[in-house]
């Protein structure tokens, strides 16, 4: 049986290397759904070469010119967020992959735990706003939520066969991104364009930008603590810029199991559409020779504020990592605009952090009050 997979994010970079996966294994998976939020003309194509059953173009403008380019295809051709969430819960989907960008991950991905679907997890941000939520749903409907993000796939990895074991510390890597050694000066003047050439991942704008300010490696602690159960002191940051180690798990007899190899997307992808199996991968092996050196730093927590608000919001609970990420995305918006200096990005969060009001226990729908209310203080502040 062919496990029939709903892509929400065709069109990004997770997403077009899971249809390369796909397409390397065709006995294994079909493509029953795909979504993609403006990228009309990749969708069409990806529908073309994929036959799904079903297709959702979030911006509604784009409709018409994907409707009509797919006229007398057998495919079900739907517009708007909210089909979305209706092709995560579609009867013959097994497996959903989450690979939107930012908070428009959380409604589908309630959706699909709800409907009992494998989710693959590639948007962060939904365990960042709302990983209690998400956690103790996914446990009531029984419903797996397997980490796509690099280094939660390599935890996760290092974790097969050690359930019963419990976890000392995670060691999460870093890349440092394309500012680790900059000086904060530098800091104040780097351009949009530096901000998007990372080191050693290809990746989409939004988590580009994120790793650059390390409020992705904050965010991944976030992620961590929920996908894993532990409290955000088991969870050590180290800069690792060689990218090699994707991560380690430290047990409790000082074990430590580290997973390693070049940095590629497509086996964290592979791993969690076939977990427990592995699949077969012609991708590039690692040759120890061409790595003589991995070097190991502890992260400039006074450079990257981000770093802090993150374990901050953690420890603080309830709806203020929501509050941290919906200024973040307003920040890396405005940056990505060239509206808003590359430092600036942690003051808004900062500000929006102080601002913003607090609430210890919340709701779904205080998750959506959040949102909306610390996007409009952050806007003010740009
Ligand atoms: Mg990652």
Redesign the pocket.
């Known amino acids: 049986m062919k496990r029939k997979l709903a892509i929400l994010g065709s069109t990004g970079s997770i997403g077009t290397q899971a249809l390369e996966v796909v397409n390397e294994h065709p006995d294994r998976f079909e493509v029953y759904a795909l979504t993609a939020n403006n990228q009309v003309d990749l969708l069409i194509e990806q529908a073309r070469r994929f036959l799904p059953e079903m297709l959702v173009i979030a911006n509604e403008d784009k409709y018409p010119r994907l409707k009509e380019a797919l006229a007398g295809l057998p495919i079900k051709v739907w517009a708007g967020t909210d089909a979305i969430a209706q092709v995560a819960e579609a009867g013959p989907v097994d497996m959903v992959l989450t690979a939107l960008v930012g908070y428009a991950g959380l409604q589908p991905t309630i959706t699909a735990i709800k409907a009992k679907k494998a989710i693959a997890l590639a948007n962060k941000e939904t365990l960042v706003v709302a990983g209690e939520l998400i956690t103790s749903l996914a446990a009531r409907h029984k419903t797996p939520v397997l980490p796509v993000?690099?280094?939660?796939s390599a935890i996760f990895q290092c974790l097969a066969g050690e359930w019963e074991n419990p976890v000392e510390k995670i060691i999460l890597t870093a890349s440092g991104g394309p500012f680790r050694t900059k000086s904060i000066e530098e800091l104040a003047t780097v351009t949009k364009a530096q901000a998007l050439k990372h080191p050693n991942w290809t990746m989409g704008a939004k988590v580009t930008i994120d790793s650059a300010s390390m409020m992705?490696k904050g965010f991944?602690m976030i992620e961590a603590k929920w996908l894993f159960g532990l409290a955000p002191e088991q969870i050590q940051i180290v800069v690792h810029p060689q990218s090699v180690i994707h991560s380690m798990v430290q047990f409790e007899d000082g074990g430590i199991m580290a997973q390693l190899g070049i940095p590629d997307m497509k086996l964290p992808i592979s791993y969690a559409f076939s977990y427990p199996e592995r699949l077969k991968s012609k991708a590039p092996r690692l040759d120890f020779n061409q790595y003589n050196t991995l070097t190991f730093e502890e992260p400039d927590w006074k450079r990257f504020r981000n770093l802090s608000f993150a374990f901050e919001a953690v420890r603080k609970g309830g709806n203020m990592p929501c509050i941290v990420n919906a200024a973040n995305e307003i920040a890396v918006a405005s940056f990505l605009r060239e509206e808003t200096g590359f430092l600036q990005m942690s003051d808004i969060i900062e500000n929006t952090m102080q601002k913003a009001s607090f609430i210890a226990n919340p709701s779904y729908e205080d998750y959506v009050k959040t949102d909306a209310e610390a996007r409009s203080i952050a806007s003010e502040f740009i």
């Open positions: 993000d690099s280094e939660h992705n991944e």
